[in-house]
């Protein structure tokens, strides 16, 4: 499957945007799609995570709990991930992942997914 994330962009402290994933070339309902970060100087961090086959169990970060939202279309192979309240912390390139693991108790480290998107930079003005 191929992935391209998209929606990045210049935000002030307190705004929100909306980033998306979208799949092609593969089963996307049979694949957790997960969300990281990286911000320079600094390692991938995982962000969120839904799983796929109808299930869509969820998993997000402590840090991004209650201020971001990931949810996913499998009509429109796309997961989106809606971020609220944005930090300047939150600045970062915005990779979004995939893999047919559907545990998503275990989908939280970059090494446990096979596929990437080339990701989109966002950033939070102070």
């Known amino acids: 499957v191929q992935l391209q994330a998209s929606g990045g962009g210049l935000v002030q402290t307190g705004g929100s945007l909306r980033l998306s994933c979208v799949a092609s070339?593969?089963?996307?309902?049979?694949?957790?799609i997960g969300w990281f970060r990286q911000a320079p100087m600094k390692e991938r961090e995982f962000v969120a995570t839904i799983s796929g086959l109808g299930r869509s169990t969820i998993k997000y970060a402590d840090s991004v709990k209650g201020r971001f939202t990931i949810s996913r279309d499998n009509a429109k192979n796309t997961v989106s991930l809606q971020m609220n309240s944005l930090k300047p912390e939150d600045t970062a390139i915005y990779y979004c992942?995939?893999?047919?693991?559907?545990?998503?108790?275990?989908?939280?480290?970059?090494?446990?997914?096979?596929?990437w998107g080339q990701g989109t930079l966002v950033t939070v003005s102070s």
């Open positions: 992942a995939g893999d047919r693991n559907l545990i998503v108790s275990s989908m939280t480290t970059p090494s446990a997914y096979d596929y």
């Open positions: 070339g593969g089963a996307f309902s049979r694949y957790t």
